[in-house]
């Protein structure tokens, strides 16, 4: 399974490009949002949310658009379960406005709640945004020559190519003889959390775990539990503690949790 996140992103990109516009994703910005030019050249920044199945996943905290320093004019909520994908575009003020009344209610049922954690939307709540690509500057109709799965692929590589080039410093040399690969034999690890599949690699020798795909992707820490703590932090925009012993499991069929596999 892939990266839910990353491949409504890309999807998204695709129809955006198939319409008349143009689209780059903002991998330096927390959310990963993208930017899209219209067919007019204006721009937007634009929050996009996937699902396969159940409810798109936001944060409380998103009732309070100043919290969210990336500055999102739409969201785009894209539906990979449905066959083509489903795409739902709507102004941030509507959504925020939309979170903000549920969580009112959620507050006030216990008093003391805070503004913190995930929050779920249910397709009722976005529906009557489905194919708005006018509110995005974009065309109705779109040209499928315009992107293929080839263009999606190479755009994939490049985009990974370029984060590898920042984290490797500004000025670094290439040099001409690349040494003979080497197999890594650490564990491959997965985790689910808040509608995404997160892929690390854990050393058993050291303790430490590298996350090799979804959010967090290219971050080191030094023991699964720190690790954990982190990647569910960054998905709910709150401080969260896991234990790195249930929260990673093996990627493999048995899917066996870490601190079973380690005794």
Request: glycine share 10%.
């Amino acid at each position: 399974m892939h990266d839910t996140a990353g491949r409504g992103i890309q999807a998204f990109i695709s129809e955006v490009i198939q319409r008349g516009g143009r689209a780059e994703r903002l991998d330096h910005l927390p959310r990963n949002p993208v930017e899209v030019r219209g067919a007019d050249g204006s721009s937007r920044i634009v929050r996009v949310r996937t699902r396969i199945d159940g409810d798109w996943q936001a944060r409380r905290q998103d009732a309070l658009p100043d919290t969210d320093d990336t500055g999102p004019q739409f969201w785009v909520f894209v539906d990979l379960g449905s066959d083509p994908p489903g795409y739902f575009v709507l102004p941030s003020d509507e959504v925020a406005a939309g979170i903000a009344a549920e969580v009112d209610l959620w507050m006030a049922d216990v008093p003391g709640r805070t503004h913190t954690g995930s929050h779920a939307i249910p397709l009722s709540s976005v529906v009557h945004g489905k194919d708005c690509w006018d509110l995005l500057g974009l065309a109705a109709a779109k040209d499928t020559t315009l992107y293929t799965d080839d263009d999606a692929a190479e755009a994939e590589a490049e985009r990974r190519a370029r984060n590898r080039a920042k984290k490797a410093g500004a000025g670094a040399v290439r040099k001409s003889t690349e040494p003979e690969a080497v197999e890594d034999l650490r564990l491959r690890v997965i985790a689910d959390r808040g509608g995404y599949r997160v892929k690390g690699r854990f050393d058993p020798a050291t303790g430490a775990l590298e996350i090799t795909a979804g959010p967090m992707e290219g971050r080191r820490f030094p023991d699964p539990t720190t690790a954990a703590g982190a990647v569910a932090s960054y998905i709910s925009g709150d401080t969260e503690t896991c234990d790195g012993g249930t929260f990673w499991r093996l990627d493999q069929p048995e899917s066996t949790p870490l601190r079973s596999y380690l005794g």
